[in-house]
């Protein structure tokens, strides 16, 4: 298996406009997890998924972010609009299922300006 | 929810010495517990990982970790540390809801 594949790697956008960020999780496995990472606030928690359906998205900053699974294969985080605070890199991880690890994808590392 | 707390935001160490990251968490019940590495510019990579049993875990790169369940702790060590380890080290602590959070992280200098 490939692991878990982000795009794009690297997104600059001007503030205002929409990005959408892609993940395509490991095959089989039943929950994706969305994070943000940045130097002030480290590693954190957005949103996840299970079974495609989402069951906590308590850490998601605000409405302008919002992210979907339309399936067992693909998720999107979406950030509408864009804010230079949104600069950052965002990971995208799947794990098996309770219990299991978490597998990493690359990331994606966002810049507004 | 659950919460973890790395309480070293950098250490740095000679390389061959020996090693010790912290890790405490907050949980409820017994909890999943993992440490991952990350490289400069790296996604995130396992470790090692408790579960249950034996408390005392080995990973990879000559890692291991142990569970104090009376300490709430979870520290990583290694006896002998390699210029390669230098990176950012994150613990996280998984939960029954499927949930999965992570501490700050310490960043690790290894000096010549």
Redesign the interface.
């Known amino acids: 298996d490939a692991g ?1 594949i982000q795009s794009p790697r690297h997104e600059v956008t001007e503030m205002g406009q929409e990005v959408t960020l892609r993940c395509k999780p490991i095959s089989g496995h039943n ?1 994706l ?1 969305w ?1 943000r990472q940045t130097m002030m606030r ?2 954190e ?1 957005l949103i ?1 998924f ?1 079974n495609n359906v989402p ?2 998205d308590s850490g998601m900053p605000e409405d302008r972010f919002s992210a979907k699974m339309p399936n067992a294969s693909f998720s999107t985080l979406k950030i509408q609009p864009s804010e230079p605070r949104d600069s950052a890199v965002y ?1 995208c ?1 799947s ?1 098996y299922r ?2 299991t ?7 994606t590392r966002l810049t507004v300006v | 929810a659950q919460s973890v707390t790395q309480p070293d935001i950098h250490i740095t160490v000679s390389e061959g010495a020996s090693l010790e990251l912290r890790c405490n968490y907050s949980y409820g019940a017994t909890p999943y517990l993992f440490w991952y590495v990350q490289s400069p510019g790296q996604g995130l990579q396992l470790l090692l990982k408790y579960f249950s049993g034996d408390t005392l875990v080995q990973g990879i790169k000559g890692f291991e970790a142990e569970f104090k369940r009376s300490q709430s702790s979870f520290n990583l060590r290694k006896p002998s540390v390699h210029w390669s380890d230098a990176a950012e080290y994150f613990c996280a602590v998984g939960a029954n809801n499927n949930d999965m959070r992570f501490g700050a992280g310490t960043r690790l200098t290894v000096k010549p």
């Not at chain 1, 690890?101 to 990331?107: H, I, K, L, N, P």
């Open positions: 878990v929950s997890f994070y480290g590693l928690l996840y299970n069951i906590d990971f991880a794990r309770e219990a690890e978490a597998f990493f994808g690359q990331g």
